[in-house]
Each structure stands twice: as C-alpha cells, then as structure tokens.
C-alpha cells in the first residue's frame, strides 16, 4: 500500500514566531517598571552603604525630573515650563556609571 507524501515533515520542528509578534507592549507601563527599578537600585545602594540624606535626595529629584520629562515625550505633551537645570555631568564619572552610558548610547546588549 503507497500513501501520498504529507504536506508537512514531522522531523523540522515548526517556525519561530517572530520577536515581536507577542502582545502590544503598553511603553508606559515599562517605563515606569524600569523607573521603579532603577529607584530600587538607588533605595539599596543607600541601605547598604549609608549615603548622606542630601545625595539621596539630589538623586531622586533628577531621577523625577527624568521621569516628568520622559512621560511627558510619551504622551505627546509639550515640555514643562519650570526652569529645569541643564544636564550637568557630575565632576567624577565611576567608572562603571560611564561604561553604561557608553552602552546605553550604543544599544549594546539589546
């Protein structure tokens, strides 16, 4: 008895989906989970090694202004009128803070 060939080959595994055929991503939500991160990171940096009270607060307040603006790109608002301070790059760099930004700019990693 022949049979005819089947249309499929159960030996190949079936195709990938493609990387971005998952459900719509909601870019705010990520943002502000990133956000969170981020200030969690800060949050354990300062429990660990006791940083001053006032560094702490300098670092979230950019880190809000951060927020504000990047939201604010996101939704299509204009930026805010307060005076905001240019973005001042601090004397010292650590070295691993630099090593992110090179990366963070390349879109290495991703």
Do not use: C
Not at 11 to 35: D, F, K, M, Q
Not at 53 to 72: A, C, G, H, Q, Y
């Amino acid at each position: 008895m022949s049979t005819l060939p089947s249309a499929t080959n159960p030996t190949v595994p079936p195709a990938a989906a493609p990387p971005n055929a998952g459900p719509p991503v909601n870019v705010e939500s990520l943002v502000r989970e990133a956000l969170a991160d981020v200030a969690l990171v800060i949050a354990s940096a300062t429990a660990l090694h006791q940083l001053d009270d006032d560094l702490v607060w300098t670092v979230m307040k950019r880190l809000d202004r951060i927020r504000v603006r990047l939201l604010r790109e996101l939704k299509g608002l204009a930026p805010r009128e307060e005076y905001e301070p240019g973005g001042a790059r601090p004397p010292r760099i650590h070295a691993a803070v630099d090593e992110f930004l090179v990366r963070n700019r390349a879109g290495m990693g991703e």
